[in-house]
C-alpha cells in the first residue's frame, strides 16, 4: 500500500492548532473492510472513485458508489463499510468551516471540478503550512462544494421500537417473504396501524422502504462481485427479468452494468 494512502479508521487525524483547516488523503484497499460506530470532531467528505461504500448514520442507511460523494457533518456517529476493493479519498473540514455546509449527511454526484480538485487537496493538503496554490483550491473547492446538487435518496429508519424490530429483520433477511399482516403481528400491531405509523415514521410506505431496501442490497452484493442470479435470489426476487426491471428503475442501469460500474469506476450510460 502506498505510504500516504489511508484506509477507514475509527481514529480521527490529530491536528494541531495552527494546521490548515482542511486535511485529506486517498482511500486505497483492496479488500473488503468494516469500521465500528464512531465520531469525529470535524466534517468528513468521502469521495469515491471506483468500489461501493456503505456508511450507517443514527437513523439512515447511506450508499456512496463510483463518481459520488457523502457529507458527514461534525458530532455524527456512523459506521463504514466497504465492499471489497474500493478507491477514492477522505477529506476533513475544521468545525468553523462547517457551518457553511448542512448539518445533516447527504450523498451527492460528484463533479469533474470537484473530483480533480479533491484528488489534488488528498496530496497536497496534509502539510502544516500550505502555499499559497493549495489555499487558493481549497478556497476554490469549498466555494463549489456547497452549492453542489444533493441526493435525496437514502434508507431511513423507523424509531418506534416496535417498527425498528420489523426493519431489523427484514435488513437481515431481505428475502423473506412474509406480507404486511405478519409484519404487523411481529410489530404487535393491527395491518392498519402498522402500515400507518411506519409511513409517518419513515416518510416512505412499507412496500416502497422494503423494495428500497432489497435494491440497495443488492447494489452492495454486485460491488462485492456476486453473480447477477445470485444476487436476484439474495433479495427476493424470483424472476430475473422482474429484479432487473426493478434495478434498472432505482438505479439507471442494468444489474450487469452496476457491477462493471463498481469496478471501472467509470460513468455509464443507463442501460
Not at 473492510?33 to 439512515?60: D, L, Y
Amino acid at each position: 500500500m502506498n505510504a500516504k494512502s489511508r484506509c477507514f479508521s475509527s481514529e480521527d487525524l490529530v491536528l494541531p492548532s495552527s494546521a490548515p483547516w482542511l486535511l485529506g488523503s486517498p482511500i486505497r484497499q483492496t479488500n473488503r473492510r468494516t469500521t465500528k460506530p464512531h465520531i469525529h470532531e470535524k466534517g468528513q467528505i468521502f469521495a469515491v472513485e471506483s468500489g461501493v461504500m456503505a456508511v450507517i448514520t443514527h437513523g439512515a442507511y447511506w450508499l456512496i458508489g463510483p463518481g459520488q460523494l457523502l457529507w458527514l457533518p461534525p458530532g455524527c456517529v456512523h459506521e463504514a463499510r466497504s465492499h471489497g476493493a474500493i478507491r477514492g479519498w477522505s477529506l476533513y473540514v475544521m468545525g468553523k468551516r462547517c457551518s457553511y455546509v448542512a448539518d445533516k449527511p447527504f450523498v451527492a454526484d460528484s463533479t469533474r471540478l470537484l473530483i480533480a480538485q479533491v484528488e489534488r487537496l488528498s496530496q497536497n493538503a496534509q502539510q502544516t503550512a500550505w502555499q499559497e496554490s493549495v489555499t487558493r483550491l481549497a478556497e476554490s473547492f469549498w466555494d463549489e462544494f456547497p452549492s453542489i446538487p444533493r441526493h435525496s435518496i437514502f434508507l431511513p429508519f423507523p424509531e418506534d421500537a416496535r417498527l425498528k424490530r420489523v426493519a431489523e429483520a427484514l435488513s437481515a433477511t431481505p428475502a423473506d417473504p412474509r406480507g404486511q399482516q405478519e409484519w404487523a403481528d411481529m410489530a404487535g400491531m393491527s395491518l392498519r396501524s402498522f402500515v400507518r405509523h411506519f409511513t409517518i415514521d419513515t416518510g416512505m410506505q412499507f412496500s416502497v422502504w422494503r423494495q428500497r431496501l432489497r435494491i440497495l442490497n443488492a447494489q452492495e452484493r454486485l460491488a462485492r462481485g456476486e453473480r447477477v442470479t445470485s444476487v436476484a435470489a439474495a433479495v427476493g426476487y424470483e424472476s430475473l427479468g422482474a429484479f432487473a426491471t426493478a434495478f434498472r428503475k432505482a438505479t439507471g442501469h442494468s444489474p450487469s452494468a452496476y457491477a462493471r460500474h463498481c469496478c471501472a469506476g467509470q460513468p455509464t450510460e443507463p442501460t
